[in-house]
């Protein structure tokens, strides 16, 4: 991770500076004037600076900074806190990811302020901001050479390139633009029925209309669902374990991902979409199906990473309501309101006010996680229970009767047992006696443990002891009630209450006032898609066209603030925001719209002078090329080679081989696949296990599931191609390939099938004639080794995990 890209301010505002507030402040910064082993922590030079013993952060090398150090208690005579109990391990682990990333920090401020180099920005600045003003329609520009616009986003973009003397370039070669535009909408390789279809349907009816009908289709195909609605996953933090200590696995999470494939390939409306994640429990269903698709839509709100090893319950619930208050507002409005948890927000018009109306709106909503209490975490997140006449898919075992009653009785006895040694110790207590005697920490963990594990079994089950169908979601909670103003985010410092409310900098005025007996959530969702909102439709045009281009108009595309980048074409951001609400919120025909464009068309050929004039190409003077995601280069792989199972599996490996446990005890299983990617499904489905993801996810940069991703890294590192050379996965497909175009009649024409497969094209004379020899010097018993080793080449290239 680059040190100061915007994932990584992310991570440092959202887990890193509450920590500093909240435990360091006070005695080390220039507001408090206390600066004590003369370390200050209130600004990234005199962090990394450090005190009288050395630097406190060495950026990318955490065993060199005393920070880590002493928050770790690794040291006897350096040690902050300066008490007995050190910070939690959730948090030291996050320490030390921070410093090993790079330490990003953008406390960059003028010498001797505390603050960044500007003050918080006012509600009434905000306001101003292009961000927070309402997308208006422009009328497309008059352009110099209107044949080549297509529609209104090239003349949009062309008038940009004229005034910038730069041209467009030439369109894609249609083998080329046919690979690109498969891969985009649905995430696999056009086969080479396909590429012939697309060819003589462009000779008979022209190119534009063969364009058009290979879009229509690809949109209508249920392979869409699964490609886009996994760049939401990415937004959405989808996994399927808690993360961070304990990392207990979530079994119900799949449902969540089946729901969102299905809303992209249904093409639900965008507003309908987020207001059934934040909302769904809230509005009306006409059965019980829809009442349970209904409920597993707001797992968004559930699905996030939890300390499950957190001690204190008020600090675990209002770490969920941050988590949760972050993920939505930097997931649809590419802001993140929790940035203002402990102070007001450093860069934009966000304030610690409208942190805690948020939280009140949050705070007043229980969540279903799924886990209950064992040795390995003290929070217990009961399961959703969903309508048994939706019929929804069940992998966990039921209980015989006579069971169930016994199990009751053993919680019974275990409460009463519980009840009378808390009175003993009590009484003992009182009388000079020892309570410990009557009541150890030995019998309140034994209790606790196995109370939470008989819960965690009866939850599960019916009064029958049938198995319940289950599911992660939220629920409005029995209590609603405002948040208090807390000091400093600190729990233990709660103030006055904050009425439940949104942030002020956008104002709606007809849906200023929240329901008394509501927790105000189907509200905010209705804020938030209301179509005076100026953010909502543009953050997600922008991630649509990030999908499609590689780089959003706003690059950086999950931040719309001040600190974020501007958009390189303002008015075409507008005009796809605008024409996007207008559509009915339609993601399918605004991809639709993008893809028809002249601008998406463009080859992707290098041209030195447009180069020297705009190397990022924000003024999109070609197509960018880009390598693949980790999904399509698996996906792609497994199509190439004939293998790939289209179907969608049954619940997940989470669901039905792990269950609910510790991910640490999934390697003593036998039964799991050691790299989890045991499977020829598509990649959507593999299991996403915090900390422990499929080799080919993990090596090939798949979006870090415990934040809210929009724009994946790219990375080029040598684990990569010794994936590519070595890995199981690889050799078996290349011996599926090689198995596929081993009834070709001779290498020539094997050599021309694998290049349609792999490439959308034919081999040039001097690729035929080395695959030729490469594969014709093998003797008979020789040559299916030689085929295989020639595909694996192949299924290895630039060109196969390139899109131009």
């Not at 406390?107 to 603050?115: M, Y």
């Not at 047992?417 to 920490?441: H, L, N, Q, V, W």
């Not at 109370?451 to 409005?476: C, F, H, R, W, Y």
């Not at 695959?771 to 018993?781: H, L, M, N, Q």
Request: with cysteine; proline share 8%; aromatic share 8%.
């Amino acid at each position: 991770m680059v040190a100061d890209d915007a994932k990584g301010i992310a991570f440092f505002e959202s887990r890193i500076r509450p920590v500093l507030v909240k435990h360091c402040y006070k005695c080390h910064s220039v507001e408090t004037g206390k600066s004590n082993g003369g370390l200050l922590l209130d600004s990234r030079e005199k962090t990394r600076a450090g005190g009288d013993t050395g630097p406190a952060v060495v950026p990318g090398k955490p065993e060199q900074s005393l920070l880590l150090t002493a928050i770790s208690h690794t040291n006897s005579d350096l040690k902050m806190p300066p008490k007995k109990d050190r910070l939690p391990p959730a948090v030291i682990a996050d320490v030390k990811a921070w410093i090993s990333m790079g330490a990003p920090d953008p406390r960059k401020e003028a010498a001797g302020t505390v603050t960044a180099a500007r003050p918080p920005v006012t509600v009434e600045e905000g306001r101003k901001f292009w961000a927070y003003q309402k997308p208006v329609a422009v009328a497309p520009p008059a352009i110099s050479i209107p044949p080549w616009a297509r529609n209104e986003i090239d003349a949009f973009v062309i008038s940009k390139l004229e005034a910038s003397n730069l041209k467009p370039s030439l369109h894609a070669a249609p083998g080329t633009f046919l690979r690109r535009l498969h891969y985009d909408l649905v995430g696999l390789p056009p086969s080479p029925e396909a590429l012939a279809a697309f060819s003589a349907r462009g000779r008979v009816d022209g190119v534009e209309k063969a364009i058009e009908t290979e879009v229509d289709a690809l949109l209508a195909s249920p392979r869409f669902g699964e490609r886009w609605g996994r760049h939401w996953l990415d937004v959405a933090r989808f996994a399927e374990s808690s993360g961070k200590e304990a990392n207990i696995s979530f079994p119900y999470a799949f449902r969540y991902r089946d729901y969102v494939i299905d809303a992209f390939n249904d093409d639900v409306p965008y507003d309908r979409f987020l207001t059934e994640q934040i909302a769904g429990d809230l509005l009306p269903a006409s059965d019980d199906k829809e009442r349970a698709r209904l409920l597993i839509a707001t797992g968004f709100l559930a699905l996030g990473p939890k300390n499950l090893d957190e001690a204190d319950p008020r600090q675990f619930v209002a770490d969920l309501v941050d988590e949760q208050i972050d993920t939505v507002t930097r997931a649809v409005l590419a802001n993140s309101v929790a940035c203002a948890r402990c102070h007001d927000h450093k860069f934009d018009p966000f304030s610690m006010q409208d942190y805690y109306a948020l939280a009140g709106v949050f705070g007043s909503t229980r969540t279903f996680f799924g886990t209950y209490v064992t040795p390995s975490n003290r929070i217990a997140g009961d399961p959703l229970v969903l309508p048994k006449g939706a019929g929804a898919p069940i992998f966990h075992a039921g209980i015989p009767p006579q069971q169930v009653e016994k199990l009751k009785k053993q919680l019974a006895d275990l409460k009463k047992e519980d009840a009378d040694r808390r009175a003993a110790a009590m009484r003992a207590s009182m009388t000079g006696g020892d309570p410990e005697k009557f009541y150890s920490i030995t019998d309140a963990l034994r209790i606790f443990w196995t109370s939470g594990g008989i819960e965690g079994q009866l939850e599960k089950v019916d009064e029958n002891g049938a198995p319940l169908p289950l599911a992660m979601g939220v629920t409005d909670g029995a209590r609603i009630a405002d948040a208090p103003f807390m000091e400093r985010g600190d729990v233990a410092r709660p103030g006055k209450p904050v009425p439940r409310g949104f942030p002020r900098v956008i104002e709606i005025e007809s849906l200023s006032k929240l329901p008394a007996d509501r927790s105000g959530r189907l509200e905010f969702a209705r804020w938030l898609t209301h179509p005076d909102n100026p953010l909502t439709a543009r953050v997600m045009a922008n991630r649509v066209w990030r999908n499609l281009f590689g780089a959003g108009l706003v690059a950086t595309v999950d931040n719309f603030g001040f600190s974020g980048e501007r958009p390189s074409h303002p008015e075409l951001l507008d005009h796809l925001a605008v024409r996007f609400v207008a559509g009915g919120w339609s993601v399918k025909k605004l991809v639709r719209e993008i893809v028809l464009s002249r601008t998406y068309r463009q080859s992707s050929t290098y041209d030195p002078a447009a180069f020297k004039a705009d190397p990022d190409n924000r003024l999109l003077w070609r197509f960018p090329k880009r390598r693949m995601d980790a999904e399509a280069i698996r996906d792609g792989m497994l199509a190439v080679s004939g293998e790939l199972n289209e179907s969608r599996p049954a619940g997940s490996l989470v669901a039905k081989e792990i269950g609910d446990r510790p991910i640490s005890l999934i390697g003593l299983d036998p039964k799991i696949p050691k790299d989890l990617d045991g499977s020829l499904h598509r990649s959507v489905y593999l299991p996403v296990l915090r900390d422990t993801l499929p080799d080919v996810l993990d090596l090939f940069d798949f979006a870090e599931p415990s934040l809210v991703t929009g724009d994946r890294q790219t990375t080029n590192v040598p684990p990569q191609a010794l994936y590519l050379m070595n890995g199981p996965f690889v050799k078996a497909r290349a011996a599926g390939l090689a198995n596929r175009i081993a009834g070709e009649k001779d290498p020539a024409s094997q050599v021309r099938s694998a290049f349609l497969l792999c490439f959308s094209r034919e081999p040039d004379a001097e690729e035929l004639k080395l695959g030729i020899a490469f594969i014709g010097g093998g003797t008979k018993e020789s040559s299916k080794p030689i085929l295989t080793a020639y595909c694996q080449a192949l299924l290895a290239t630039a060109e196969f995990r390139n899109v131009d």
